[in-house]
Protein backbone atom coordinates (compact mmCIF):
# COMPACT_ATOMS: atom_id res chain seq x y z
CA UNK A 1 0.00 0.00 0.00
CA UNK A 2 0.82 3.64 -0.56
CA UNK A 3 0.83 5.83 2.14
CA UNK A 4 0.74 9.69 1.80
CA UNK A 5 1.66 12.02 4.40
CA UNK A 6 0.84 15.50 4.28
CA UNK A 7 3.40 18.16 5.22
CA UNK A 8 3.71 21.19 6.85
CA UNK A 9 5.16 23.97 4.63
CA UNK A 10 6.39 26.71 6.02
CA UNK A 11 4.95 29.66 5.25
CA UNK A 12 5.95 32.12 2.40
CA UNK A 13 7.71 34.94 2.68
CA UNK A 14 5.43 38.31 3.04
CA UNK A 15 6.56 40.92 0.18
CA UNK A 16 8.14 44.04 2.29
CA UNK A 17 7.76 47.20 0.82
CA UNK A 18 11.39 48.72 0.73
CA UNK A 19 11.84 51.52 2.98
CA UNK A 20 11.78 55.10 0.56
CA UNK A 21 14.47 57.24 2.03
CA UNK A 22 15.41 60.69 1.75
CA UNK A 23 17.62 61.93 -0.84
CA UNK A 24 19.54 64.63 -1.86
CA UNK A 25 19.25 67.23 -4.88
CA UNK A 26 21.20 69.57 -6.17
CA UNK A 27 20.79 73.38 -7.84
CA UNK A 28 22.49 75.37 -9.53
CA UNK A 29 22.07 78.96 -8.88
CA UNK A 30 20.86 81.25 -12.14
CA UNK A 31 21.25 84.50 -12.95
CA UNK A 32 19.48 86.97 -10.95
CA UNK A 33 17.80 83.88 -9.26
CA UNK A 34 17.12 84.72 -4.99
CA UNK A 35 17.24 81.86 -2.42
CA UNK A 36 13.27 82.20 -2.07
CA UNK A 37 12.75 81.47 -5.53
CA UNK A 38 15.04 78.53 -5.64
CA UNK A 39 13.08 77.55 -2.36
CA UNK A 40 9.69 77.98 -3.82
CA UNK A 41 10.88 76.28 -7.01
CA UNK A 42 11.59 73.25 -5.27
CA UNK A 43 8.54 73.37 -3.38
CA UNK A 44 9.39 74.57 -0.43
CA UNK A 45 7.80 78.10 1.71
CA UNK A 46 9.43 80.25 3.27
CA UNK A 47 9.26 78.79 7.16
CA UNK A 48 11.63 76.14 5.84
CA UNK A 49 13.79 79.38 4.49
CA UNK A 50 13.64 80.85 7.57
CA UNK A 51 14.49 77.99 9.78
CA UNK A 52 17.89 77.68 7.30
CA UNK A 53 18.88 81.24 7.58
CA UNK A 54 18.18 81.30 11.84
CA UNK A 55 20.60 78.01 11.94
CA UNK A 56 23.93 79.29 12.16
CA UNK A 57 26.30 82.71 11.37
CA UNK A 58 27.38 80.87 7.71
CA UNK A 59 24.62 81.91 6.36
CA UNK A 60 25.44 85.11 5.28
CA UNK A 61 26.70 83.62 2.32
CA UNK A 62 23.45 82.69 1.22
CA UNK A 63 22.14 86.67 0.88
CA UNK A 64 24.40 87.31 -1.65
CA UNK A 65 24.40 84.13 -4.32
CA UNK A 66 26.17 84.47 -7.07
CA UNK A 67 25.13 82.54 -10.77
CA UNK A 68 26.58 79.25 -11.11
CA UNK A 69 27.02 78.41 -7.14
CA UNK A 70 25.17 75.48 -6.35
CA UNK A 71 23.01 74.35 -3.28
CA UNK A 72 21.46 71.08 -2.18
CA UNK A 73 17.69 69.84 -0.54
CA UNK A 74 17.43 66.83 1.28
CA UNK A 75 13.44 65.76 0.80
CA UNK A 76 11.69 63.29 2.80
CA UNK A 77 9.39 60.58 0.94
CA UNK A 78 6.39 62.83 0.98
CA UNK A 79 8.45 65.37 -0.07
CA UNK A 80 9.00 67.47 3.07
CA UNK A 81 12.09 69.51 4.08
CA UNK A 82 14.40 67.39 5.47
CA UNK A 83 17.74 69.12 4.95
CA UNK A 84 19.76 71.40 3.49
CA UNK A 85 23.48 71.65 2.02
CA UNK A 86 25.65 74.92 0.76
CA UNK A 87 29.24 76.00 0.33
CA UNK A 88 29.49 79.54 2.49
CA UNK A 89 33.44 79.38 0.44
CA UNK A 90 34.85 77.33 -1.91
CA UNK A 91 36.62 74.90 1.18
CA UNK A 92 33.66 74.57 3.51
CA UNK A 93 30.35 72.76 3.33
CA UNK A 94 27.56 72.70 5.44
CA UNK A 95 25.14 70.02 6.06
CA UNK A 96 21.93 70.89 7.84
CA UNK A 97 19.66 68.45 9.01
CA UNK A 98 16.46 68.13 10.35
CA UNK A 99 15.71 67.30 13.82
CA UNK A 100 12.52 65.64 15.64
CA UNK A 101 11.80 69.21 17.29
CA UNK A 102 11.53 70.92 14.01
CA UNK A 103 15.09 72.72 14.54
CA UNK A 104 18.34 72.12 12.18
CA UNK A 105 21.67 70.57 12.74
CA UNK A 106 24.74 71.79 11.05
CA UNK A 107 27.67 69.98 10.42
CA UNK A 108 30.42 71.71 9.12
CA UNK A 109 32.85 69.93 6.69
CA UNK A 110 36.63 71.14 5.42
CA UNK A 111 36.11 69.94 1.68
CA UNK A 112 39.71 68.77 0.10
CA UNK A 113 40.07 70.54 -2.83
CA UNK A 114 43.03 71.52 -5.01
CA UNK A 115 43.41 74.80 -6.04
CA UNK A 116 45.10 76.15 -9.22
CA UNK A 117 46.21 79.62 -9.92
CA UNK A 118 45.54 81.25 -12.77
CA UNK A 119 46.62 84.89 -14.28
CA UNK A 120 45.23 86.92 -17.14
CA UNK A 121 44.63 90.49 -18.76
CA UNK A 122 42.84 92.27 -20.91
CA UNK A 123 41.45 95.08 -23.09
CA UNK A 124 38.29 96.51 -23.17
CA UNK A 125 36.85 97.35 -26.62
CA UNK A 126 33.26 96.84 -26.65
CA UNK A 127 31.80 94.64 -23.39
CA UNK A 128 33.69 93.70 -20.50
CA UNK A 129 32.72 90.16 -20.71
CA UNK A 130 33.69 90.15 -24.95
CA UNK A 131 37.62 90.91 -22.71
CA UNK A 132 36.89 88.47 -20.44
CA UNK A 133 36.33 85.76 -22.36
CA UNK A 134 38.95 86.45 -24.73
CA UNK A 135 41.56 86.55 -21.72
CA UNK A 136 40.30 83.09 -21.01
CA UNK A 137 38.14 84.26 -17.88
CA UNK A 138 34.99 82.52 -17.50
CA UNK A 139 31.21 84.23 -17.37
CA UNK A 140 31.17 83.84 -13.46
CA UNK A 141 34.79 85.33 -13.53
CA UNK A 142 33.74 88.37 -15.11
CA UNK A 143 31.02 88.95 -12.82
CA UNK A 144 33.55 88.93 -9.72
CA UNK A 145 35.73 90.89 -10.96
CA UNK A 146 32.97 93.03 -11.75
CA UNK A 147 31.63 92.24 -7.85
CA UNK A 148 35.23 93.29 -6.46
CA UNK A 149 35.50 96.86 -8.32
CA UNK A 150 31.96 98.07 -8.10
CA UNK A 151 32.31 100.59 -5.22
CA UNK A 152 34.77 102.21 -7.45
CA UNK A 153 34.21 101.51 -10.99
CA UNK A 154 30.18 101.83 -12.36
CA UNK A 155 30.44 99.55 -15.27
CA UNK A 156 27.19 100.93 -16.60
CA UNK A 157 28.82 104.38 -17.11
CA UNK A 158 31.94 104.46 -16.36
CA UNK A 159 33.77 101.57 -18.80
CA UNK A 160 35.82 102.90 -21.61
CA UNK A 161 37.54 101.29 -25.19
CA UNK A 162 41.22 101.09 -23.72
CA UNK A 163 40.29 100.07 -20.10
CA UNK A 164 42.64 96.88 -19.01
CA UNK A 165 42.76 94.94 -16.24
CA UNK A 166 45.12 92.02 -14.67
CA UNK A 167 43.58 89.30 -12.76
CA UNK A 168 45.28 86.59 -10.18
CA UNK A 169 42.54 83.99 -9.52
CA UNK A 170 42.34 80.35 -8.50
CA UNK A 171 39.99 77.11 -9.82
CA UNK A 172 38.96 74.63 -8.01
CA UNK A 173 39.67 70.70 -8.75
CA UNK A 174 38.31 67.80 -6.69
CA UNK A 175 39.47 64.49 -7.07
CA UNK A 176 41.45 65.65 -10.55
CA UNK A 177 38.59 67.24 -11.51
CA UNK A 178 37.30 70.95 -12.50
CA UNK A 179 35.12 72.00 -9.88
CA UNK A 180 34.31 75.49 -10.38
CA UNK A 181 35.83 78.86 -10.53
CA UNK A 182 36.94 79.94 -6.74
CA UNK A 183 38.18 83.09 -5.68
CA UNK A 184 39.44 86.55 -7.48
CA UNK A 185 42.82 86.35 -5.42
CA UNK A 186 44.43 89.87 -6.98
CA UNK A 187 43.42 92.11 -9.74
CA UNK A 188 44.01 95.38 -11.30
CA UNK A 189 41.86 97.50 -13.64
CA UNK A 190 42.73 100.64 -15.02
CA UNK A 191 39.37 102.54 -15.96
CA UNK A 192 39.60 106.01 -17.80
CA UNK A 193 43.45 106.29 -17.12
CA UNK A 194 42.88 105.58 -13.64
CA UNK A 195 44.15 103.03 -11.52
CA UNK A 196 42.48 100.90 -9.11
CA UNK A 197 43.86 97.69 -6.74
CA UNK A 198 42.09 95.02 -5.45
CA UNK A 199 43.71 91.93 -2.90
CA UNK A 200 41.77 89.40 -0.77
CA UNK A 201 42.76 89.00 2.76
CA UNK A 202 41.87 87.31 5.46
CA UNK A 203 42.50 88.38 9.03
CA UNK A 204 42.84 85.74 12.30
CA UNK A 205 38.92 86.20 12.51
CA UNK A 206 38.30 84.23 9.61
CA UNK A 207 36.56 87.53 7.72
CA UNK A 208 37.74 87.57 4.41
CA UNK A 209 37.66 91.17 2.31
CA UNK A 210 39.22 93.25 -0.47
CA UNK A 211 41.57 96.26 -0.01
CA UNK A 212 43.48 98.66 -2.18
CA UNK A 213 47.38 97.89 -2.08
CA UNK A 214 47.81 100.93 0.70
CA UNK A 215 45.14 98.69 3.00
CA UNK A 216 42.04 100.76 2.26
CA UNK A 217 38.94 98.69 2.38
CA UNK A 218 37.13 98.27 -0.85
CA UNK A 219 33.79 97.81 -0.09
CA UNK A 220 32.09 101.47 0.78
CA UNK A 221 29.30 102.15 2.78
CA UNK A 222 27.14 102.41 -0.33
CA UNK A 223 26.80 101.24 -3.78
CA UNK A 224 26.72 103.76 -6.57
CA UNK A 225 25.07 101.29 -8.73
CA UNK A 226 22.04 98.94 -7.62
CA UNK A 227 21.33 97.04 -10.74
CA UNK A 228 23.55 94.52 -12.71
CA UNK A 229 24.50 96.00 -15.77
CA UNK A 230 22.36 98.06 -17.03
CA UNK A 231 21.77 101.46 -18.74
CA UNK A 232 21.71 104.86 -17.10
CA UNK A 233 18.54 106.74 -18.64
CA UNK A 234 17.90 109.66 -16.45
CA UNK A 235 20.60 111.45 -14.92
CA UNK A 236 20.10 113.85 -11.00
CA UNK A 237 19.14 117.13 -11.60
CA UNK A 238 16.26 119.55 -13.12
CA UNK A 239 14.22 118.06 -16.01
CA UNK A 240 11.05 118.05 -18.22
CA UNK A 241 9.09 115.36 -16.14
CA UNK A 242 8.29 112.81 -18.85
CA UNK A 243 4.66 112.39 -17.34
CA UNK A 244 3.69 115.16 -15.71
CA UNK A 245 5.11 117.61 -18.64
CA UNK A 246 6.56 120.30 -16.15
CA UNK A 247 10.13 120.83 -14.93
CA UNK A 248 11.36 119.32 -11.57
CA UNK A 249 14.03 118.12 -9.59
CA UNK A 250 14.72 114.76 -10.54
CA UNK A 251 15.79 113.47 -7.09
CA UNK A 252 17.98 110.32 -7.91
CA UNK A 253 18.87 108.65 -11.13
CA UNK A 254 17.01 106.30 -13.46
CA UNK A 255 18.27 102.98 -14.57
CA UNK A 256 16.35 101.44 -17.50
CA UNK A 257 16.58 97.29 -17.31
CA UNK A 258 14.19 94.51 -18.56
CA UNK A 259 11.22 93.92 -15.67
CA UNK A 260 12.19 91.20 -13.54
CA UNK A 261 15.89 92.70 -12.97
CA UNK A 262 16.96 92.29 -9.33
CA UNK A 263 17.35 95.15 -6.80
CA UNK A 264 20.22 94.97 -4.52
CA UNK A 265 20.73 96.76 -1.43
CA UNK A 266 23.01 99.83 -1.32
CA UNK A 267 24.43 99.50 1.74
CA UNK A 268 23.90 97.37 4.99
CA UNK A 269 20.53 98.97 7.13
CA UNK A 270 17.45 99.28 8.38
CA UNK A 271 14.07 99.25 6.19
CA UNK A 272 12.37 101.85 6.94
CA UNK A 273 9.30 102.19 4.42
CA UNK A 274 8.40 99.46 2.36
CA UNK A 275 5.12 99.99 0.04
CA UNK A 276 2.93 102.32 -2.66
CA UNK A 277 3.98 105.52 -2.19
CA UNK A 278 2.57 108.32 -4.74
CA UNK A 279 4.19 108.26 -8.30
CA UNK A 280 7.37 106.13 -6.99
CA UNK A 281 5.22 103.16 -6.96
CA UNK A 282 6.39 100.29 -5.42
CA UNK A 283 9.12 101.85 -3.16
CA UNK A 284 11.45 100.65 -0.47
CA UNK A 285 13.40 103.13 1.81
CA UNK A 286 16.71 101.90 4.31
CA UNK A 287 18.34 103.96 6.59
CA UNK A 288 21.97 103.15 5.62
CA UNK A 289 23.51 105.31 8.69
CA UNK A 290 22.18 108.35 11.17
CA UNK A 291 23.09 110.42 8.12
CA UNK A 292 22.77 108.65 5.16
CA UNK A 293 19.31 106.87 3.54
CA UNK A 294 18.88 105.32 0.33
CA UNK A 295 15.54 104.73 -1.83
CA UNK A 296 14.22 102.59 -4.27
CA UNK A 297 11.16 103.24 -6.47
CA UNK A 298 9.10 101.67 -9.42
CA UNK A 299 9.37 97.91 -8.64
CA UNK A 300 7.70 95.34 -9.99
CA UNK A 301 7.91 93.55 -6.79
CA UNK A 302 9.56 93.21 -3.52
CA UNK A 303 11.63 90.12 -2.93
CA UNK A 304 10.07 87.90 -0.03
CA UNK A 305 10.47 88.34 3.37
CA UNK A 306 10.95 92.03 3.90
CA UNK A 307 9.08 94.39 5.87
CA UNK A 308 9.81 97.68 7.69
CA UNK A 309 12.45 97.10 10.70
CA UNK A 310 13.93 94.40 8.51
CA UNK A 311 18.04 94.43 8.11
CA UNK A 312 19.17 94.02 5.12
CA UNK A 313 22.74 93.27 3.89
CA UNK A 314 25.04 95.25 1.04
CA UNK A 315 24.17 93.66 -2.02
CA UNK A 316 20.97 91.61 -1.15
CA UNK A 317 17.98 91.50 -3.20
CA UNK A 318 15.39 93.61 -1.99
CA UNK A 319 13.35 93.84 -4.74
CA UNK A 320 12.76 93.69 -8.47
CA UNK A 321 13.02 96.38 -11.56
CA UNK A 322 9.30 97.31 -12.77
CA UNK A 323 7.27 100.13 -14.08
CA UNK A 324 4.62 101.18 -11.55
CA UNK A 325 3.61 104.61 -9.93
CA UNK A 326 4.74 107.38 -12.13
CA UNK A 327 7.35 105.82 -15.26
CA UNK A 328 7.21 105.31 -19.22
CA UNK A 329 8.95 101.83 -18.88
CA UNK A 330 10.38 99.24 -16.77
CA UNK A 331 13.17 100.89 -14.42
CA UNK A 332 14.94 102.07 -11.32
CA UNK A 333 14.69 105.09 -9.85
CA UNK A 334 17.54 105.09 -7.39
CA UNK A 335 17.85 108.11 -4.66
CA UNK A 336 20.56 108.66 -1.99
CA UNK A 337 19.61 111.23 0.54
CA UNK A 338 21.93 112.44 3.20
CA UNK A 339 20.75 114.15 6.32
CA UNK A 340 16.98 114.07 4.13
CA UNK A 341 18.20 115.79 1.62
CA UNK A 342 18.80 114.21 -1.86
CA UNK A 343 22.17 114.31 -3.61
CA UNK A 344 23.24 113.43 -6.92
CA UNK A 345 24.33 109.28 -6.35
CA UNK A 346 27.10 108.95 -8.94
CA UNK A 347 29.10 111.71 -7.36
CA UNK A 348 27.98 111.72 -3.50
CA UNK A 349 30.74 111.26 -1.04
CA UNK A 350 30.14 107.85 0.29
CA UNK A 351 30.80 106.95 3.95
CA UNK A 352 34.24 105.64 4.34
CA UNK A 353 35.54 102.89 6.22
CA UNK A 354 38.61 102.93 7.85
CA UNK A 355 41.74 101.64 6.18
CA UNK A 356 43.77 99.21 8.16
CA UNK A 357 47.04 99.73 10.94
CA UNK A 358 48.86 98.56 13.05
CA UNK A 359 49.59 94.78 13.23
CA UNK A 360 46.67 94.42 10.37
CA UNK A 361 48.39 96.42 8.11
CA UNK A 362 51.65 94.51 8.53
CA UNK A 363 49.65 91.38 7.99
CA UNK A 364 47.97 92.47 5.08
CA UNK A 365 51.65 93.57 3.49
CA UNK A 366 52.97 90.33 4.14
CA UNK A 367 50.22 88.62 3.05
CA UNK A 368 49.61 90.59 -0.37
CA UNK A 369 53.46 90.92 -1.43
CA UNK A 370 53.85 88.36 -3.40
CA UNK A 371 50.21 89.04 -5.65
CA UNK A 372 51.51 92.55 -6.17
CA UNK A 373 55.09 90.66 -7.46
CA UNK A 374 52.85 88.75 -10.00
CA UNK A 375 50.63 91.78 -11.06
CA UNK A 376 53.52 93.87 -11.71
CA UNK A 377 55.37 90.74 -13.33
CA UNK A 378 52.17 90.41 -16.00
CA UNK A 379 51.69 94.21 -16.56
CA UNK A 380 55.66 94.72 -17.75
CA UNK A 381 55.48 91.31 -20.13
CA UNK A 382 52.29 92.81 -21.73
CA UNK A 383 53.47 96.31 -22.03
CA UNK A 384 56.64 94.64 -23.58
CA UNK A 385 54.13 92.86 -25.57
CA UNK A 386 52.07 95.88 -26.52
CA UNK A 387 55.49 97.60 -27.53
CA UNK A 388 56.56 94.83 -29.87
CA UNK A 389 53.28 95.04 -31.60
CA UNK A 390 53.81 98.90 -32.35
CA UNK A 391 51.72 99.90 -29.65
CA UNK A 392 48.31 97.90 -30.43
CA UNK A 393 46.03 96.47 -28.16
CA UNK A 394 46.95 92.83 -27.04
CA UNK A 395 45.47 90.34 -24.81
CA UNK A 396 47.50 87.48 -23.04
CA UNK A 397 46.44 84.80 -20.57
CA UNK A 398 48.84 82.50 -18.48
CA UNK A 399 48.57 80.07 -16.11
Known amino acids: ?33 TLSEIFQGQGFGGADLANVM ?41 TLTAQRDGSLKAQVTALPVERRVHFAHGEVQGSLFAAGEKAGLSETMVLKLADVFKYDIDFIKDLKKGDRFTVVYDDIYRDGKYSGGGNILAAEFVNNGHRYTAYRFK ?34 GMRKD ?14 AAPTGTPIHAAGDGTIVFRGTKHGYGNFIAIKNTPEYTTAYGHMSRFAPGLHVGSHVTQGEVIGYVGQTGFATGPH ?24 LSGKLMLAFTAQSAPMVARIQMIDN ?3 RLAQADNGHASTVATD
Open 1 to 33: TRETLALQLPPAPKETAQPVTASWKTVEVQPGE
Open 54 to 94: ASGKDTGALKTLHPGDQVSFLTGPQGHFKGFRYSPDSATQV
Open 203 to 236: QNDGSIAYYSQDGRPLRKGLLRTVVSFTRLSSTF
Open 242 to 255: PVLGYTRLHKGVDY
Open 332 to 355: LHYEVRVDGKPENPLTVTMPQPQP
Open 381 to 383: ATQ
